[in-house]
């Protein structure tokens, strides 16, 4: 077969990929039949309001929590068992960075460094002046946005083909905020890395992500491509005389004080919006992004 035609048609591996992935905590479920999948070059942003489950999510994906129920993979690979290999070609960044608290900034990313062939020692020595920590301070004794940012750096200096931030930006300065969204779209854009990062601020996922995972009792609610939101999904509202028209499979409903009621609608494989959308009375209105996320999750 030709070699063109042949690659092609080779299936490829996922960076990452779950399956009817369900988990509980003493009993209480947390996770819910999920089936995600990240294409590769993508940036996707996960969110959801605390507690929704982004980083039990995260570490299921990751096999640092062995799941209730379903199947993770990384790079094709059993996430529970992943090769030396497959490990290198990842990295994560933790919501709380703890380990290696005994060594100082300069000395934990030396020693991690060996471990990565593609280590950009050059760019971490920069990050670390430009975000102006103290290469000789023990990691122990900076503050937690500090320690972020240190493994911040450890993680891009690796050069990942898939990086997972949970929730990166929760700790840091809106400059430095920036600067990693920056890199992010950097890395995805010119170095084709994929990209997951948990987040509940809707204007990074606006900045940094092509796609978006709304984690919301336990499920995905949608997944799709950011610029898609505005053109899927709308609010329709309806007065109280006409509530019985309300179509029944919504994302999100909300009755009001007069009985009218805002619910969020999705247009159908044809691209139309349901049948009460066109009704005399009702309203149509766009959705910008942190609207969408309200009216879901509020
Ligand atoms: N080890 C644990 N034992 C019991 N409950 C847990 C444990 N870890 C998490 N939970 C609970 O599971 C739920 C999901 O937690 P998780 O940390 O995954 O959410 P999250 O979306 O990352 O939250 P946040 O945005 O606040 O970081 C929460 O209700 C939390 O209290």
Known sequence: MNAVLQNAVEPFDAPLQVRGLSHRYEGQSVLSQIDLTLQPGSVLGLIGRNGAGKSTLIRAMLGLLQPAEGDCQVFGEPSLGLSDRTKTRLAYV??????????????????????????????ARDMLRKWDIAPNKLL?????????????????????????????????????????LREIA?????????????????SDL?????????????????????DETKERFARLWL??????????????????????LSLVIERDAQGRWPQAAGLPGARVDALGLEDLFVEIAG
């Open 186 to 202: 950097l890395r995805a854009g010119e170095a084709g890395a994929t990209v997951l990062f948990s987040t509940h601020i809707v």
């Open 140 to 180: 122990g004794k900076l503050s937690p946005g500090e320690r972020q940012r240190v493994d911040l750096i450890r993680a891009l200096a690796s050069q990942p083909e898939l990086l997972v931030l949970d929730e990166p930006a929760a700790a840091l300065d809106p400059v430095a905020r920036r600067d990693l």
């Open 206 to 226: 606006e900045r940094a992500a092509s796609d978006i995972a709304f984690l919301h009792d336990g499920k995905v609610l949608l997944h799709c491509g950011v």
């Open 94 to 123: 933790p919501q709380q960075p703890e380990a290696l608290a005994w060594l100082t900034a300069q000395q934990m990313l030396d020693y991690v460094g060996r471990f990565y062939p593609q280590w950009q020692a050059t760019f």
């Open 239 to 260: 007065p109280a005389s006409m509530s019985a028209a309300a179509p029944t499979q919504t994302l999100g409903s909300r009755r009001h004080a007069d009985g009218s």
